[in-house]
């Protein structure tokens, strides 16, 4: 029954924060790229201040998957790294956080790229 | 000196024409009319930009060998696409050993090509001229666009880059005159917004057609067709609009090659197709077929382009456009 | 007509985006898409995982199956129904990384693929990684003054 809830609460929060860019990208002339930046700020603003830890304690899944998540990581990275190592941490914790994301990334990315061509489009 | 509406005094033929496309054009209604198609897209070769060459020099044999010539029987090459430098032409047409000029008009290359060469044509300086322009949806996707395999959404007023090459041969003896020539004048109206490339085109178009009726003792009424290439949906509703605010009315024999090459629903092409490629082959598979076998007897037909770069348009600038008329008769 | 009028009379005429039903794609999908995430993350944490690590090993499965979608030439046709249904999860992030390996490769491994594979998601490393850091130096100033 747990899982169902969490499951429920991840759907809705993660819908809606993909209906929030959708509408942005529909009614304003925000390209994807534009959008996908915004998040991502909106993700360590939104931490920073306290607000995406309750989002992640609710939603889990729901607020970590979309990109507003890849910033509550950094911020949280940022947090910690500052906490031990003093102001270095403010360079070193973001990337460390995100790193397992990013890396994999570039590896499955290039993996990709050694293995499929693009195809023609219909 | 002529200045404005352009009669060439040697009037100029159109021998022969070949078109060559891709699966997705080769489905659409005009399908069966093309002399040429491909199964993937990639004509043998190992990239797009590589496979768009192949289509222009496929495209420009063929016209030849209708035409029963070869590479002695043309003075000059007039050839352009819509890939950077425009490779798409200078690749695919070294084969030849035959003058050539490079041309970017971007949509309107097709047009531009035949005012030019009926010009060389008209003032005895070359006899027979070879015009040939192409576009690949896969490889301006990558320079104009995203990567092929991103995913996004496109907007409602989007075109579809048509994957084809349509060749020409301008000279003596074809059934099929070009009496007149026009022109454009570049245009920019403010559009800068590259997913709405009619909107952006249709200012260009209605100044030529304009200036045409105006200079011309001609009304729309005396042509079967007046042939748009490409405005695709959105800009032909705003040419069809805005020329009848100005006392012009095209609404009758107006068609579009952007709408004519695909089922826009069926084949979610959006506005309908686009690129150098659209309205040559367009041209060649179905209003020259309807000239020569007499469907058609007196069209005008403008080419319209728009004129941008990837980086004028992250500067923030609008796109200027430019549309060149030419009319063909069979009369 | 001027520019200005001419931008105001094409805009009014303009055909807008389905808003509706794209909001309802996106939500569904995007919902989904979450889901897979959470359930993910439950499994490896009964597993034994941390929050955390579990997190990020959801984001590594989820980019590992993306950059397959994308290869095989499926990823774009589902992002066209789902919009920012595919594009705000890591997903999106993911096939604006395998896309341009994959489109670049006809360029070289160094030049195409190494140079380009970050056009799409760069901006949002750079702009992620800076404000991480920028929010680090205040954070510093923070602890400072409270502690």
């Known amino acids: 029954m747990d899982i169902f809830l969490n499951c429920l609460y991840a759907f809705i929060t993660g819908g809606i924060l993909c209906v929030i860019a959708q509408i942005l990208i529909d009614k304003t002339k925000l390209t994807p790229a534009r959008i996908l930046v915004l998040y991502v700020c909106a993700g360590v603003v939104l931490t920073a201040v306290g607000l995406y830890d309750y989002i992640v304690e609710f939603a889990g899944g729901g607020a970590t998957v979309p990109l507003t998540g890849f910033g509550y990581a950094i911020a949280k990275g940022v947090e910690k790294a500052v906490a031990e190592k003093g102001l270095l941490g403010a360079l070193t914790g973001g990337i460390t956080a995100t790193s397992g994301g990013i890396t994999a990334a570039i590896c499955f990315g290039y993996i990709a790229s050694l293995i499929f061509s693009a195809k023609r489009k219909d | 000196m002529q200045k404005g509406i352009i009669k060439p005094k040697r009037t100029p033929t159109l021998i022969s024409t070949y078109s060559v496309v891709g699966k997705k054009e080769h489905d659409g209604p005009l399908g069966e009319l093309f002399d040429e198609y491909c199964e993937d897209d990639k004509f043998g070769k190992d990239s797009w930009e590589k496979a768009e060459s192949e289509m222009q ?46 041309l970017y008009g971007a949509c309107s290359t097709c047009a531009e090509g035949l005012g030019i060469a009926a010009c060389f044509y008209g003032g005895e300086i070359f006899d027979t001229c070879g015009v040939v322009t192409s576009s690949h949806y896969c490889a301006s996707e990558r320079q ?5 395999e991103y995913g996004g959404q496109r907007a409602p007023t989007a075109q579809w880059t048509v994957t084809g090459s349509g060749a020409f041969i301008v000279g003596a003896g074809g059934k099929i005159k070009i009496p007149e020539v026009l022109f454009g004048k570049t245009k920019d109206m403010g559009i800068t917004d590259i997913n709405n490339m009619g909107a952006a085109m249709a200012p260009a178009a209605i100044d030529t057609i304009e200036r045409y009726f105006k200079e011309s003792t001609h009304s729309p009424e005396d042509f079967d067709l007046i042939i748009t290439g490409d405005l695709g949906f959105e800009g032909s509703e705003i040419l069809k609009d805005l020329l ?3 006392g012009i009315d095209i609404r009758k024999n107006h068609v579009d ?6 089922e826009r629903k069926k084949q979610d092409t959006h506005a309908g197709g686009s690129g150098c490629g659209c309205s040559a082959s367009v041209l060649s598979a179905d209003i020259i077929k309807n000239l020569e076998d007499k469907t058609l007897s007196d ?4 080419g319209t382009g728009a004129l941008m770069s990837p980086m004028t348009l992250f500067q923030g600038g609008s796109i200027p456009s430019v549309a060149h008329l030419v009319r063909l008769s069979s009369k | 007509m001027n520019k200005k009028e001419y931008c105001e009379y094409v805009e009014k005429r303009a055909k807008k985006s389905p808003i509706v039903k794209n909001c309802a794609c996106a939500f569904v999908i995007g919902g989904l898409i979450c889901v897979i995430g959470e359930l993910l993350r439950e499994l490896y944490m009964s597993a034994g995982m941390e929050k955390t690590d579990a997190s990020t090993l959801v ?13 095989i030439g499926i990823f774009d046709n589902i992002a066209k129904v789902a919009g920012a249904g595919t594009l705000v ?6 096939n604006a990384v395998a896309s341009p390996a994959i489109d670049t490769k006809s360029e070289g491994y160094i030049l ?13 490393i750079l702009y992620g990684t800076l404000s991480g850091a920028i929010y680090g130096v205040i954070y510093y100033i923070c602890t400072l003054i409270w502690w």
């Open chain 2, 57 to 102: 020099l496929r495209a420009m044999k063929g016209a030849m060998s209708k035409a029963k010539i070869s590479d002695d029987g043309v003075d000059i090459l007039l050839a352009g696409d819509l890939l950077n430098q425009c490779v798409g032409s200078n690749y695919g047409l070294e084969k030849f050993d035959i003058s050539y000029l490079g």
């Open chain 2, 144 to 148: 104009f666009r995203f990567p092929i």
């Open chain 2, 244 to 246: 009848l605010k100005d």
């Open chain 2, 257 to 262: 090659c952007g709408l004519m090459i695909f």
């Open chain 2, 299 to 302: 069209v005008l037909f403008i």
């Open chain 3, 59 to 71: 984001s590594v499965t989820l980019v590992f199956i993306t950059a397959v979608l994308t290869g």
């Open chain 3, 89 to 94: 999860p890591i997903t999106g992030f993911a």
């Open chain 3, 112 to 124: 195409g693929v190494g140079a380009k594979i970050f056009t799409i998601a760069g901006p949002v």
